[in-house]
């Protein structure tokens, strides 16, 4: 039953990446707004309601070190896989638009979960605020949507060239977008039940699963999301769907977890998790301001970091 799940997780993984990428961009282009803004709202939503599930579900239980960790390491998998891995696929051109406001968001939001963090307890109170800063981001990227027109004259999906004048059907696309957020949830899902039967049948300890699977298992959506993307070329959509969800996982996650319950930060999440979080997304930002793109070689020092930061999660457990 086990590899019968790990089976249906890919299947759905890929399935849905491709249904979402594909109805969002055709989505985009009859709206006529930028993919990016469709990728850092309603993809970046989508790809990240499993770590605001875990979040709000570990809070309610009370396994708020669950909550915190889930959404720290889900945005250095995000940054450093994900984005690591899509720009090894092809150089990724960016939007500058994204370094006005997406950018900044991102990095501040990430300075300010670790100044929160540093004060030993993520109150209620606090919870409340990240979250309103998450409706506030919402609204600002909806709001520049309408000043933003897609500048393609086409867009390249699966060998078809869609024609922006064209009729696009866009009540199916919204129900080929929505199938594949689906399929993309039960998809991770799947594959992180199997992926903790499997590390606790090999005798590997709670803390580890929570710290590395369930972290990397509810990114499965982005990286799913993200390797579609990069084959077909959609940058605006990549970038929007990875910049969108780390803000997504630390407004919304990390601030519905809080609001439910207070959330303890233990000596060792700040002193090297949240820290490696930082560098990892000054690092990818810097990645993303230079060249107007990212260079092959940079998703290899993003995807580096990303493993050197696993090998040291495990060697620390052991």
């Known amino acids: 039953m086990t590899l019968l799940f790990l089976i249906l ?3 759905g993984l890929y399935y849905g990446a491709e249904w979402l990428v594909v109805g969002a961009s055709r989505i985009a282009l009859s709206l006529n707004v930028t993919p990016l803004v469709i990728g850092l709202t309603v993809v970046a939503f989508g790809t990240s309601m499993p770590e605001l599930v875990t979040g ?4 309610w239980s009370g396994s708020t070190d669950i909550a915190l ?3 720290v390491g889900s945005n250095i998998a995000n940054l450093g896989l994900i984005l690591g891995l899509s720009a090894l696929i092809r150089a990724i051109p960016i939007s500058r638009e994204i370094f006005k406001r997406e950018l900044p968001l991102m990095l501040l939001a990430s300075v300010l979960v670790y100044a929160l963090a540093a004060t030993g307890t993520i109150s209620r109170v606090w919870g409340v605020v990240l979250f309103a800063g998450l409706l506030g981001f919402t609204w600002a990227t909806l709001r520049f949507a309408g000043r933003e027109r897609s500048e393609s004259a086409a867009t390249d999906l699966g060998g078809m060239e869609l024609d922006p004048s064209a009729d696009v059907r866009i009540g199916m696309e919204i129900v080929r977008a929505t199938a594949g957020l689906l399929a993309l949830v039960v998809g991770a899902k799947l594959m992180v039940d199997a992926a903790v039967v499997v590390a606790r ?12 699977m369930v972290a990397l298992g509810t990114s499965l959506p982005e990286l ?3 390797m579609v993307a990069a084959m077909r070329g959609e940058a605006d959509v990549l970038v929007g769907n990875i910049v969108g969800s780390n803000v997504f996982n630390l407004l919304g996650g990390l601030g519905i977890a809080a609001a439910i319950e207070p959330v303890p930060v233990s000596p060792t999440v700040l002193s090297f998790d949240l820290p490696v979080m930082l560098v990892i997304t000054a690092a990818a930002s810097f990645a993303l301001y230079t060249y107007g793109r990212i260079q092959r070689w940079e998703g290899g020092v993003l995807l580096a970091g990303y493993g050197a930061y696993m090998v040291a999660i495990f060697a620390t457990a052991s």
């Open 9 to 11: 997780g890919v299947a």
């Open 224 to 226: 799913a999301t993200s």
């Open 69 to 71: 960790g889930n959404v």
């Open 56 to 59: 709000a579900q570990a809070a």
């Open 201 to 212: 049948d090999f005798g590997v300890p709670e803390f580890l699963i929570a710290a590395s």
